[in-house]
Nanobody
Framework: QVQLVESGGGLVQAGGSLRLSCACAASGRVFSINTMGWYRQAPGKQRELVATITSGGSANYADSVKGRFTISRDNAKNTVYLQMNSLRAEDTAVYYC??????????WGQGTQVTVSS
């Protein structure tokens, strides 16, 4: 069984910062995670990619967050982070963590709300 636990969401004023964390745990033996990432879904919109990072540390960002958000991961802890700076009202959404295991496939977290007030 795989469980992704997100934390760090909340309410922040425009221009502020938040840091999201997502810890991934799989019962049984140790499994390797290939790609980890963050997606978001605003009300009435489709879920969209925010950022991904491979096990080797190669990161990919949506154009809308480049220069403001930074994704990182701790492979020893199977945890991925998203540092969000210079937040804007349009960043308001539910943020979802995703982990793609080498042998188990992909899994989603339960989501954490980020609200940016203007």
């Amino acid at each position: 069984q795989v469980q992704l636990v997100e934390s760090g969401g909340g309410l922040v004023q425009a221009g502020g910062s938040l840091r999201l964390s997502c810890a991934c745990a799989a019962s049984g033996r140790v499994f390797s995670i290939n790609t980890m990432g963050w997606y978001r879904q605003a009300p009435g919109k489709q879920r969209e990619l925010v950022a991904t990072i491979t096990s080797g540390g190669s990161a990919n960002y949506a154009d809308s967050v480049k220069g403001r958000f930074t994704i990182s991961r701790d492979n020893a802890k199977n945890t991925v982070y998203l540092q969000m700076n210079s937040l804007r009202a349009e960043d308001t959404a539910v943020y979802y963590c995703r982990a793609v295991y080498n042998t188990l496939g992909g899994y989603w977290g339960q989501g954490t709300q980020v609200t940016v007030s203007s």
